[in-house]
């Protein structure tokens, strides 16, 4: 067995899980979000701007987690983050290369959906932000989402819980434990 360090930042008011040391993370994740979607609603945030593994092809993967999501029939919302305009030095700097586009996805996933596929095209690229526990309807958040009324899966007026996965730095941020002491 593994230990998974888990400690209480008082300043944010979340937990920190830190998994880096257990053998099989790739299991232990699998595990987790089993676990999880058997019982709760999410909402899955994936946002290309944020932590990844490996060199993907951010539009790439939008439009197959996209179309993967739809043709499963969940909703889904796909957004383009335009790369900021490079001024001063920094564009002087940078030779003029413009940084790439970013995306962000938004899908509501029902409880009892959780497959291996799922984990394989969603789950195992980029870092994951989830909300559970919804306070509101699933269309009326994710339509709050798209209007920007709702930001995060932290906006407690949206969600009970949340977590941000990290696979980048092997870590949970949580706002209860959900990882064992070992594993």
Not at 15 to 36: A, C, N, P, Q, T
Not at 71 to 82: A, C, I, K, W
């Amino acid at each position: 067995m593994n230990k998974i360090k888990t400690k209480y930042d008082k300043q944010l008011g979340f937990y920190h899980s830190f998994y880096e040391k257990v053998k099989d993370i790739e299991g232990m994740r699998r595990k987790y979000l089993r676990e999880l979607m058997a019982k709760e609603d999410i909402v899955l945030l994936i946002e290309t701007n944020l932590g990844f593994i490996g060199n993907p092809d951010d539009r790439s993967f939008m439009k197959e987690a996209e179309a993967y999501l739809f043709q499963n029939g969940f909703p889904v919302q796909v957004r383009l983050f335009e790369a900021p305009k490079k001024t001063g030095l920094s564009a002087i700097f940078s030779f003029g290369k413009q940084e790439p586009d970013k995306y962000r996805l938004v899908s509501f996933i029902p409880a009892g959906s959780y497959s291996e596929e799922m984990f394989e095209k969603l789950f195992n690229v980029y870092d994951i932000q989830i909300g559970y526990g919804l306070q509101k309807d699933s269309s009326e958040i994710l339509e709050d989402i798209e209007k920007g009324f709702c930001k995060s899966v932290r906006d407690k007026e949206y969600f009970q819980d949340f977590i941000y996965d990290s696979l980048l730095f092997s870590k949970l941020l949580v706002t209860k434990p959900i990882l064992p002491d070992e594993y």
